[in-house]
Structure formats: structure tokens, C-alpha cells
């Protein structure tokens, strides 16, 4: 599973994790996160976000 990582604020998107406050269930992988996704810290979305090392 990867992590991805904001540009903006550094919110870590992990996989295994999922965001389930915001309705993306554990193991969901980042090409399945519904495109209308924002990060639950600032706000932007999925295109500002980086594939963690």
C-alpha cells in the first residue's frame, strides 16, 4: 500500500488507513478515491497530492 502525501499542508493519504471520516474505507488505493475528495485538513484535492517515498 502507498501513501500520498499533500503539497500544501503534508496530510498523509495512507491506503491501508483510508479516510473513513470522509467516506473512503480502509485499503481503498488512491486511483479508487472518488475524484470529488478533498483533504480533510485544507481542503484541495486529489490533484494536490504527491506520492510519498
Do not use: H
Not at 31 to 50: A, H, I, N, R
Amino acid at each position: 500500500m502507498k501513501r500520498y502525501v499533500c503539497d500544501i499542508c503534508g496530510y498523509i493519504y495512507d491506503e491501508a488507513a483510508g479516510d473513513p471520516d470522509n467516506g473512503v474505507a480502509a485499503g481503498t488505493k488512491w486511483e479508487d478515491v472518488p475524484d470529488t475528495w478533498v483533504c480533510p485538513l485544507c481542503g484541495v484535492g486529489k490533484d494536490q497530492f504527491s506520492e510519498a517515498e
